[in-house]
């Protein structure tokens, strides 16, 4: 099962959900719980050590989950797309390279051809279409994936080079490293801000995304994008947590009623919070008594993606 | 005229309060034009209260279409899909032909030449609207990029575009940005040609770290920055780490705004927080900031 963590907005919470999160479930010792009590008796016998949750923090861009979950990270991988790379010997500037790209990425400029790294995005288009066979493909390196363990989580980010654009790659590649196996039970991924390509990125092929809200004019207005995204183009189930409840007003309230979105858990507006957090501390090593409230959280996810699975 | 961009790294620091303050303290004292970089999640409107005067299609790429008809399921452009936008088509229990996943689609085309059946073409693609509206601080330039859709940085790129042509045309003073968070490609096209960015954060550790990440981009591109700290009495140990890395930095730190609901209230009531509270703390410090930024802007800090 993966679950996403999103919300438009910045700075509304993701990253201190989906870490509360995770550390709650890996404390509890279970993973996909069923609900009933004597299944989950039978499930936590049966399972325990080879179950696993992987943690993502796909917001590579400003990857901040690693501050709050410390892990003990390995010495990381260079990554990035693979870009044209021009063989002289068997060119002749006859121009199908240029005219293929939509990016304009490559040119000929009489006998040169001109590669702009930071325009590619690495389609392997020219290649295929160069009739001489004189284009080969080189690493870009545009961020480094690293992973290690946090505790009883498997955890792995993604960080975007300074001065590079393209998030998409990263993100694509550290999911491709760690979903690859079949023995992953859970996935929590961490998304960055907005609803554009990094966001649908990190979505695509979760079976729940969490989009976590405040109760303001700007947390509604990126509430709504961030649904249209999740549900209405890519046909997920999501529900919403709202943070720092009780600041505001209530038009968050109404829209998840009219549109029939399940709130399934209120973090108060709470200076304690607020200041745990910023030293590093995550939701629920300040303050434990949040970990059955994220437990039942998961219990919700579980019982609506279920739910989904038994429609036709 | 000048360029000043409003950036932030982390999300939610308080990027967009602080331009719809700065929007009102400029506007006082120059003709300005506004400009939300911020086009996945634009929020300087909902403060801004705009009235719409012109709404334009921004036609954002392509998409490439299977032609059902003409697919014989050889499985090429699957093959060739870097972008796991081909889904796969089926001879058994029914024919399916192979078709595209418009959102995974970079519209790269690859696949369009690889065909060998001819069946698929690439379409441009409407990812988009952009406005330009009036507002009572000035003209402002908005924009809506479409759930999911790519191509944000050049979006942000036409909407500054017009707004620098209009404040060239017009003779104002202040091209103003409200940026989008993080470091890479709207933010990259929100810096780009910019005279000055102001960098908002806070004393969190995740401020701190975002920080120093945005300051590297706007460096990397050799626009110079300020600091402003929101939140400040929220983390004095942070608080402090960023003054001394600004101090370190030559860079200049122009206001500590301390944690007051009052600013959230003002969104809320859709104002600046300096029109809404103009003798509040949080008023008086971004009044000082602004004179501060203005001083830079001019050329005599």
């Not at chain 2, 809506?144 to 707004?163: C, I, P, R």
């Not at chain 2, 370190?248 to 927080?273: F, N, R, S, W």
Request: charged share 20%; net charge negative.
């Amino acid at each position: 099962m993966i679950i996403a963590v999103a919300s438009g907005k910045g700075g509304t919470g993701k990253t201190t959900v989906a870490t509360s999160l995770a550390q709650s479930i890996a404390a509890d010792g279970r993973l996909s719980a069923p609900s009933g009590a004597a299944e989950r008796a039978r499930a936590q016998e049966a399972s325990q050590p080879d179950q696993k949750l992987v943690f993502l923090d796909c917001d590579v861009e400003e990857p901040n989950a690693a501050l709050f979950l410390q892990p003990d990270l390995d010495d990381g991988q260079e990554v990035g797309i693979l870009i044209p790379d021009v063989d002289y010997d068997r060119c002749t500037f006859c121009g199908r390279c240029a005219e293929v790209c939509p990016w304009h990425a490559i040119a000929v400029v009489g006998r040169k051809v001109l590669v702009f790294p930071e325009l590619c995005h690495g389609c392997g288009s020219c290649t295929l279409n160069c009739p001489e066979d004189a284009i080969h493909e080189v690493l870009h390196v545009m961020g480094v994936l690293e992973s290690g363990p946090a505790g009883p989580i498997s955890f792995g980010h993604g960080i975007l080079n300074v001065g590079e654009a393209m998030a998409v790659p990263i993100i694509r590649q550290l999911k491709a490293r760690h979903m690859a196996d079949n023995d992953v039970d859970l996935a929590i991924l961490d998304a960055s801000p907005g609803t554009s390509c990094p966001v649908v990125e990190t979505m695509r092929g979760a079976d729940f995304v969490l989009l976590v809200t405040e109760p303001t004019p700007f947390g509604l207005h990126d509430l709504r994008l961030a649904a249209q995204v999740a549900r209405d183009e890519l046909g997920l189930p999501v529900g919403v947590v709202v943070n720092r409840d009780g600041v505001g007003d209530t038009g968050v309230e109404e829209y998840c009623a009219a549109q029939d979105i399940p709130i399934l858990m209120r973090i108060p507006i709470d200076r304690r919070i607020a200041e745990a957090i910023s030293g590093g501390q995550s939701l629920v090593e300040a303050l434990p008594e949040y970990r059955p409230h994220f437990i039942q959280l998961y219990e919700q996810i579980l019982g609506i993606v279920s739910s989904q699975e038994e429609r036709p | 005229m000048k360029q000043l961009v409003i950036l932030s790294g982390k999300g939610g620091t308080g990027k967009t309060s602080v331009a719809a303050a700065l929007a009102h303290l400029a506007s006082q004292e120059m003709p300005v034009v506004l400009a939300d970089a911020d086009v996945d999640a634009a929020n300087l409107e909902l403060v801004l209260e705009p009235t719409k005067r012109e709404e334009h299609v921004f036609m954002g790429g392509q998409v490439a279409v299977i032609d059902p008809d003409l697919c014989q399921l050889c499985g090429q452009c699957y093959e060739v899909c870097r972008f796991e936008a081909v889904i796969r088509g089926t001879m058994n229990p029914t024919w399916e032909p192979y078709r595209i996943d418009a959102l995974a689609c970079e519209g790269c085309a690859s696949c369009v030449y690889q065909c060998p059946e001819k069946a698929i073409h690439a379409e441009e693609q409407q990812a988009g609207l952009w406005f330009r509206s009036d507002t009572r601080f000035g003209p402002l330039f908005h924009a809506h990029l479409f759930a999911g859709q790519e191509n944000s940085g050049k979006l942000v790129t036409m909407v500054k575009q017009q707004g620098r042509l209009l404040a060239l045309d017009e003779e104002r003073d202040l091209l103003l940005v409200d940026g989008p968070p993080g470091i890479g490609c709207p933010v990259i096209s929100a810096n780009a040609g910019a005279d000055l960015a102001l960098i908002v954060t806070e004393p969190t550790v995740s401020g701190v770290h975002d920080l120093e990440r945005i300051l590297g981009t706007v460096n990397h591109f050799r626009v110079p920055a300020l600091v402003l700290i929101n939140k400040a009495d929220l983390n004095p140990v942070h608080t402090t780490r960023i003054e001394a890395y600004c101090q370190d930095h030559g860079i200049d730190l122009v206001g500590k705004i301390a944690y007051d609901d009052v600013v959230t209230e003002a969104m809320v009531q859709g104002q600046p927080v300096t029109a809404y509270q103009p003798d509040g703390a949080a008023a008086t410090t971004l009044r000082q900031a602004w004179a501060q930024v203005r001083r830079h802007l001019d050329g005599r800090a």
